[in-house]
């Protein structure tokens, strides 16, 4: 069914939404601004800047060395918690620290040291390139003679699910250790069926590994009904954690005491402050820890997860389910006649909250959109302009806006002034 295409329905869609509520809890410096990149960069909760205060002026400069016993030191464990129940873990399967990328290889070379006998990664080339990197350089270390398969997706958009099916009831399904994939892929959107995938995994003997990075605080997870075993995510993107605010990684229980964090560190010891000489791993989650946590940033994370679960995952899927077949509907009005193509799944099943629509003109309609239209996309190569939506705050009248620029940018080919190089960050 064609949709409305006219500003009045944007605003009545808006006037109904029961989530709209939320958009006033996060710092709007800029009405006027359109921002479509929630999902690489979340926007900054007014309660974080708040705290950002509390934090430095008086926890740091009053307090100094004694916070650490008034909520610094359990931090990683307490905001994991938290996290938790967005991702149906338990509280004590979950906790913060260092980044993605680090948190990834700490629990790959983990896995494949507790599945020693096999030989076998897969994953596949709609991963994020760092997931990739540090599995090359775990491989590298391990020196065990380990082979990543990088298995293709048929068309860039979905995940090579038949491939896979295929590698875990093959031939050399019991020489595979660990099958590591983005939940939801960066540039496509595209969303793996968690349970179904663990499953196949699990009956060829492997362990689960899954980037939520893409997923968490945009669609509800279920860790725990998927029998999965391994978790890392950004806390970023929708969380709305602040720029480079560490990561969080997620262990099921009875796997916990049966992993080692290949960087042992003091943090993850039973008691840092007895100093004893030879590393001893904590029981639970805490031994996945290794130094001591950016705090200032740590905390941040924090009133970004309270309002997820305030409003609720399920609330927010749906609403981001209705505002992505929205900008869906005005692609099809307005933008597929200009050459824009849907790279994203069109099934919202098969996809998480973002789209990606590629247009041969891609990189300079999405700098004249940032640079003179008020527009806030991204850009990942070749083609795709992505466009985020974190249902917390991005509205109707927001998606109806972007649309509509990005069909003036087209039609009056007002992107030919801009030079078709890239900046250092798209
Ligand atoms: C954003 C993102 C990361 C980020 O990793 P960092 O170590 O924080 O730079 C990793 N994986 C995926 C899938 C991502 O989307």
Same mark, same amino acid.
């Given at each position: ?117 096999? $030989? @076998?990664? /897969?994953?596949?080339? *709609?991963?994020? %390139? ?5 599995? !090359?350089? &775990? ?112 262990? $099921? @229980?009875? /796997?916990?005491?049966? *992993?080692?964090? %290949? ?5 993850? !010891?039973? &008691? ?113 302009? @992505? ?16 649309? &509509? ?22």
């Amino acid at each position: 069914m064609p949709i409305r295409t006219d500003a009045a329905y944007a605003r009545a869609l808006d006037a109904a939404d029961p989530l709209a509520k939320y958009r006033a809890r996060f710092v709007m410096a800029d009405p006027d601004l359109i921002y479509l990149d929630g999902n690489s960069l979340g926007r900054l909760p007014v309660a974080a800047q708040q705290l950002a205060v509390d934090v430095v002026t008086r926890q740091w400069g009053q307090q100094l060395i004694r916070s650490w016993n008034e909520g610094w030191f359990d931090a990683p464990a307490r905001i994991g918690a938290k996290i938790a129940g967005l991702i149906g873990a338990q509280p004590d399967e979950v906790i913060v620290a260092d980044a993605t990328s680090i948190n990834l290889f700490k629990l790959a070379v983990a896995a494949l040291r507790h599945r020693r006998e096999r $030989r @076998r990664i /897969l994953t596949d080339d *709609l991963n994020f %390139p760092s997931d990739l990197y540090i599995l !090359q350089g &775990a491989i590298d270390l391990l020196e065990r003679g380990h082979v990543l398969r990088v298995l293709q997706s048929p068309d860039g958009i979905h995940g090579p699910v038949e491939a896979l099916a295929t590698e875990l009831a093959g031939g050399l399904a019991d020489d595979v250790a660990l099958v590591t994939l983005s939940h939801t892929v960066f540039k496509s959107g595209y969303t793996y069926d968690m349970a179904a995938v663990t499953r196949q995994v699990h009956a060829a003997g492997a362990l689960t590994l899954w980037d939520l990075s893409h997923s968490v605080g945009a669609v509800p997870i279920d860790l725990n009904a998927a029998g999965a075993d391994l978790a890392i995510g950004c806390t970023y993107k929708y969380l709305n954690g602040g720029p480079g605010a560490p990561a969080f990684l997620y262990v $099921r @229980r009875n /796997l916990q005491e049966r *992993l080692l964090n %290949p960087i042992s560190g003091w943090w993850g !010891q039973p &008691a840092p402050f007895q100093f004893g000489l030879d590393y001893q791993p904590a029981q639970g989650m805490q031994r996945f820890l290794t130094g001591t946590a950016p705090i200032t940033s740590l905390l941040m994370i924090e009133p970004g997860v309270d309002l997820l679960l305030e409003a609720g995952m399920d609330a927010l899927r749906s609403k981001s389910i209705q505002q992505s077949e929205y900008l869906i509907g005005l692609w099809e009005a307005w933008l597929a006649p200009l050459g824009y193509r849907l790279n994203s799944p069109r099934d919202p099943a098969w996809r998480g909250s973002h789209i990606s629509l590629g247009h041969e003109e891609g990189l300079r309609i999405d700098l004249a959109l940032i640079r003179d239209l008020g527009v806030l996309p991204d850009f990942r190569s070749p083609d795709n302009i @992505r466009l985020g939506i974190a249902p917390i705050y991005t509205t109707y009248a927001d998606i109806h806006t972007a649309a &509509a620029r990005m069909q003036q940018v087209v039609a009056d080919q007002l992107y030919v002034r801009y030079p078709a190089e890239k900046p250092a960050v798209t």
